[in-house]
């Protein structure tokens, strides 16, 4: 891309941030401190996260932990049970929430404003059914912990291959015919995620297929932590990277195309991540829906449709949104309830909410 187009480009993005020019000066100021104040709010739930269950904790009691590991201020004075509690059974949870939440919200933002629709999620081009299928097909072969998480990571990569090589042709590949090669491949891995319920044993395997499909981080470990990462953390980075290109793109291919913007690339650099940060995902807790849905809206309600600021805040938002959701999940009740139940059970009427607003302002992408 010469330098000339760089700069209609980066003047383009700049406007999204600026327009309407009508915007009060005090929207603008509000809009630059949330994202400071959305990382001490996250930084707060993840010292509270760490307190709370059945084995109750002080936050000064888990500071004490924490930093005895690095350099030793004090006497240990807790029990050997509650370091196993913070370090082994509490943070890496709490980590990988924090993770997931961050990563479906970008992944959700970015494709959002990629094919220019309020109603686009990560599951749209099929990765999170391809991922379901892998990790349903694990357990009914009864393979259990890496193996799991390989083989629905490796499905769901899988899935995403299926849906190019459905939606090209002549070397050609439309945004429209994508996301109903998506929709034929979700509907696929669904049928074969039932075929694999009807032959797996009622009594041990159904349930712990169910109970996975349903999503829950209640048996993480760093393992999972490191996996998770390694998929959403350069994932979300290339996403960010692109950020001025989607802010284009959002307007439509053909003024893409004007501004120099090489679309086709964009446009699968976009998915691909998406499509590893939806396979990390469901590979190491099951299918999480809404949040890649819903947080978006929260978030451009907030800071507006500029993604310079728009994937940071969902990013953040979604972390601190997965986190209490799953402190909710673990301490409702005495039988721990799974996570992607209560996502929907919120997601669905707050996101009802959100299409009566933007229906009612005639829009979605405006602030």
């Known amino acids: 891309m010469s330098q000339k187009a760089m700069d209609r480009l980066q003047g383009m993005s700049n406007s999204l941030a600026k327009a309407p020019t009508t915007r009060p000066v005090g929207r603008s100021v509000v809009s630059a401190c949330v994202l ?155 049928a074969a995620i039932s075929i694999a319920k009807l032959l797996a044993d009622p009594f041990q395997k159904l349930p712990a297929i169910t109970y996975w499909l349903m999503g829950s981080i209640a048996s993480s470990n760093y393992f999972d932590v490191l996996l998770v990462s390694v998929a959403v953390v350069p994932s979300a980075v290339a996403i960010y990277l692109l950020r001025f290109q989607i802010n284009i793109m959002s307007l439509g291919e053909e003024k893409a195309r004007a501004l120099g913007t090489k679309v086709v690339l964009v446009q699968w650099i976009i998915l691909v991540a998406s499509a590893l940060i939806s396979a990390g995902v469901v590979a190491t807790s099951g299918i999480i829906g809404w949040v890649g849905l819903v947080i978006p809206h929260v978030a451009r309600a907030l800071v507006g449709a500029d993604h310079q600021r728009l994937l940071p805040v969902s990013g953040t938002i979604g972390a601190i949104y997965v986190l209490m959701v799953d402190n909710l999940a673990r301490t409702v009740t005495t039988a721990e309830i799974p996570l992607g139940i209560i996502t929907a059970l919120i997601g669905v009427p707050v996101f009802a909410v959100i299409l009566r607003r933007l229906h009612a302002k005639g829009g979605w992408a405006s602030d």
Not at 39 to 52: E, H, K, M, Q
Not at 69 to 88: D, G
Request: charged share 10%; hydrophobic share 55%.
């Open 36 to 190: 400071p104040a959305l990382i001490c709010l996250l930084v707060l739930a993840i010292l509270y996260s760490v307190t709370i269950g059945r084995y109750d904790l002080s936050v000064r009691d888990v500071t004490y932990i924490l930093v005895d590991n690095v350099h030793p201020l004090i006497a240990p004075y807790w029990e050997p049970v509650q370091e196993v509690v913070v370090e082994q059974v509490r943070l890496p949870r709490i980590m990988a929430a924090v993770i997931i939440g961050f990563g479906l919200s970008v992944s959700g933002a970015a494709l959002q404003g990629l094919f220019r629709n309020p109603l686009v999620d990560p599951g749209i081009i099929g990765v999170t059914s391809g991922a379901g299928f892998g990790g349903t097909l694990a357990i009914l072969l009864g393979l259990q912990g890496h193996l799991l998480l390989i083989m629905a990571f490796l499905f769901g990569i899988g899935s995403v291959l299926l849906v190019k090589l459905l939606s090209t042709v002549r070397g050609r590949t439309s945004m429209l015919t994508l996301v109903l090669a998506g929709v034929v491949i979700s509907a696929f891995f669904s």
